[in-house]
């Protein structure tokens, strides 16, 4: 009786909002709850173990979905990176950052769907972006963007963009520059304001939503 009760107590603490169950990551990765629970054994996906149950933290299960998911694009020719570098994949001598998103729904007179990404500058490269952009490509080479359905369980579209475009939509959106530390929100809506960006699609999922 008093495990059971340590162990709410636990999940209170921890915020149970900010975790998934055995159950929800097997759906995410199209696995058995036996295979995920061997994961958290071994040691191959992060996880805390509560009692008798394995609780894993939300965002580590979405970047790595998203990490295998733009790895396998490429096969044997990507290699993935340690947490410390700004970048997540190496594939050819290119660096490339990582992004996803679930998609969003904007009530208005027409409905629009949206994924919103976020670029955080902590890179050790110091300096305004717009005002040197070799600092901005010292950042990575490529960004490659994953939008996903609401429970990420389907990849709906991928965008390879070179990061040399992103300057391009970023200058247009601030003149000012962004600096070590700015977060700068990239949309991608179903209705893509700028059509040029569906050059950069590299997959097309499934349009249902």
């Not at 979905?65 to 290699?79: H, I, K, Q």
């Not at 996803?100 to 409905?111: A, E």
């Amino acid at each position: 009786m008093t495990s059971i009760v340590l162990c709410c107590i636990i999940l209170v603490t921890m915020n149970i909002d900010y975790y998934f169950t055995v159950e929800e990551v097997a759906k995410i990765f199209r696995k058995t709850p036996y295979t995920v629970r061997k994961w958290a054994r071994e040691g191959k996906i992060v996880a805390k173990k509560v009692g008798k149950s394995w609780l894993f933290s939300k965002s580590d299960i979405r970047r790595e979905r998203s990490e295998s998911d733009a790895a396998s694009f490429f096969g044997n020719r990507a290699v993935r990176q340690p947490r410390i570098n700004p970048f997540d994949l190496l594939v050819d001598g290119d660096r490339i950052e990582v992004k996803s998103s679930q998609i969003q729904r904007r009530n208005s007179k027409k409905v629009i769907y949206f994924w919103n990404f976020c670029i955080d500058f902590s890179s050790p490269k110091k300096g305004r972006f717009q005002e040197n952009p070799e600092k901005f490509r010292e950042y990575c080479d490529y960004f490659f963007f994953l939008c996903y359905n609401v429970d990420y369980h389907n990849l709906l579209r991928a965008y390879f963009i070179p990061a040399k475009v992103i300057l391009k939509i970023m200058k247009k959106k601030d003149k000012k520059g962004f600096v070590e530390g700015d977060v700068f929100n990239f949309r991608l809506s179903l209705r893509v304001d700028d059509d040029s960006l569906e050059k950069y699609r590299v997959f097309k999922g499934i349009s249902k939503i």
